[in-house]
């Protein structure tokens, strides 16, 4: 095992070792897919780099709802297959893999006189299905508890924003739910790292060829040649701008953020069925720095890929409208502190092009390309994302002839995570991360896990327990320590202070919370750049 620790130093270190010989496996892409390929096959003992043109997280990745969905949706669809592999490998993330990243999140779906009698029905029907898929994927209840009928009380005490008056009950049921989606990533990322993987950020494939690539420094602007024995794409919604006989589908989910206290700071997610649908909900969700993201939208998103997709006014009001139908008081568009939106790269399969976005199928498609003989790994979803590295990886290791060992990702927990071995089945006891240290702040410990104590341990600039937002009237929300800021220096690979505000604390997701402490961050990170 090496270190898992991600800096500057390494990234230059690595960079100019990749030109001295030939990798076995080369990635293109540093998002969820991308980090689980470059995880999965270094476990199995193959040499890996990974290339990524901006930095982790940087496109789809980060923009999710932040769910580790259990399958509902795509059973409401017809669509089985997923529904099953999103079962289980929620079951993965929370019972092995990435626990202390991942929590049990209450739905709450309300009933009311204009909800109907066959409607509430039918979401019984449906919640129950779920409740099925969670059980064939083997999840305890006391992971995820059944759902269940309650009085409009219990409803009310976990989202209290909504109409008390016209409650006549609700539903509850349970997903899981990541701290966050970024978070992930780089959890990924760090831990294909400590098995041997090279994690280069800020490295662009500018040509890929089936026996290597070459590769753009954009910090330096330098070229150079990679050489290996395989090369896995894994570019999302960019992969056709890397290998023109990709065709995609692109779809924009949108999501808007609001003060978590203007619902009355829930501790459960609403669910709010789309008029028309059988399968779409708009949920709000409460979500860590005390916001509520509510989400989120399915709309067509032809044309080129833009570097950061942005939410329109129509997707917006649809998301304000909807959710406030069973609001005491509906959102306005001046509650928004935030809007976010992402590119979901769904697979333009045949017979899909008269299909609306909502009904392509999330299966993924791995597949040698004819144009660049690169293994394409395309489609899918966050929470599959295991699943989808295992067969690209498997793919590239049959279509280049490699030697290598089989996948163990389903028992390979990621770095912050328990490292008692457990089967697969045994889940970590509820209330805190199984082996992280007492007495540390409860937020610190749902990003870090058994890391949290160390984040604070190896912070050497002044400050380091105190919050970003400390003394700052408009950012005293934000829990974000200094020692975290530093932390994400190093040893998660961020190299500026937008690296830290975007991605690996999400206070960028508001505005006016990113300018409020962007100056002192900048400082911090500059400070932690040069003791490295």
Same mark, same amino acid.
């Given at each position: ?6 800096? =500057? %130093?390494?990234? $230059? @270190? !690595?960079?100019?070792? /990749?030109?001295?010989? #030939?990798?076995?496996? &080369? *990635? ?54 997923? =529904? %099953?592999?999103? $079962? @289980? !490998?929620?079951?993965? /993330?929370?019972?092995? #893999?990435?626990?202390? &990243? *991942? ?430």
């Amino acid at each position: 095992m090496q270190s898992t620790a991600l800096t =500057a %130093r390494r990234r $230059a @270190r !690595e960079l100019d070792e /990749l030109t001295a010989g #030939t990798v076995d496996l &080369l *990635v293109v892409g540093g998002g969820v897919t991308g980090t689980g390929v470059a995880l999965d096959a270094a476990a199995r003992g193959l040499s890996v780099a990974l290339v990524e043109a901006r930095d982790l997280a940087w496109g789809t990745s980060r923009w999710s709802s932040k769910l580790a969905h259990g399958g509902l949706r795509y059973l409401a669809t017809g669509d089985v297959g997923v =529904a %099953r592999e999103s $079962a @289980r !490998e929620r079951h993965v /993330l929370m019972t092995r #893999t990435a626990p202390h &990243l *991942v929590r049990a999140l209450p739905q709450v779906l309300p009933l009311s006189a204009g909800t109907g009698r066959r409607r509430g029905l039918t979401v019984g029907i449906g919640f129950g299905l779920g409740d099925l898929l969670r059980r064939d994927a083997g999840t305890p209840s006391r992971v995820l508890p059944r759902p269940r009928l309650v009085r409009p009380g219990e409803a009310a005490r976990l989202v209290p924003a909504v109409a008390h008056e016209r409650l006549h009950g609700a539903w509850i049921a349970h997903d899981g739910q990541l701290v966050d989606d970024a978070r992930l990533v780089v959890a990924l990322a760090r831990t294909a790292a400590g098995r041997g993987a090279r994690i280069l950020t800020r490295v662009r494939a500018t040509t890929l060829r089936a026996d290597g690539a070459t590769l753009e420094d954009t910090l330096t602007g330098a070229t150079l040649t990679v050489r290996a024995r395989v090369v896995v794409n894994a570019t999302g919604v960019w992969a056709g701008t890397v290998d023109p006989s990709v065709r995609l589908r692109p779809s924009r989910g949108t999501h808007v953020v609001v003060p978590a206290a203007r619902l009355g700071s829930p501790t459960g997610a609403l669910m709010v069925p789309v008029p028309g649908s059988a399968s779409r909900y708009v949920f709000a969700l409460p979500a860590q720095l005390g916001r509520v993201v509510v989400g989120l939208t399915d709309e067509e998103a032809p044309g080129p890929v833009p570097d950061v997709p942005v939410a329109t006014q129509p997707e917006i009001d649809f998301l304000l409208e909807t959710v406030s139908t069973v609001l005491a008081r509906p959102l306005l568009p001046d509650d928004v502190v935030g809007t976010f939106a992402g590119l979901r790269p769904l697979v333009d399969s045949a017979g899909s092009g008269d299909e609306a976005s909502a009904d392509i199928s999330r299966r993924h498609l791995v597949e040698v390309s004819p144009s660049t003989g690169a293994v394409n790994v395309l489609g899918g979803k966050l929470t599959t994302y295991r699943t989808m590295a295992e067969d690209a990886v498997d793919l590239a290791v049959k279509h280049a002839g490699l030697t290598a060992g089989p996948c163990w990702t389903t028992a390979l927990p990621l770095v912050g995570a328990p490292s008692l071995v457990r089967p697969i089945g045994t889940p970590v006891p509820t209330g805190r991360t199984a082996g992280s240290p007492a007495g540390l702040p409860a937020a610190l410990v749902s990003r870090y896990g058994t890391e949290a104590a160390q984040v604070l341990a190896a912070a050497t600039l002044p400050g380091s327990a105190s919050a970003v937002g400390r003394g700052i009237a408009e950012a005293r929300h934000l829990d974000i320590t200094r020692a975290e800021i530093e932390w994400a220096v190093t040893h998660e690979g961020a190299l500026d202070a937008d690296d830290v505000l975007d991605r690996r604390t999400r206070i960028g997701l508001v505005p006016a919370d990113r300018a409020a402490v962007r100056d002192l961050v900048e400082e911090l990170v500059g400070d932690a750049l040069t003791r490295l």
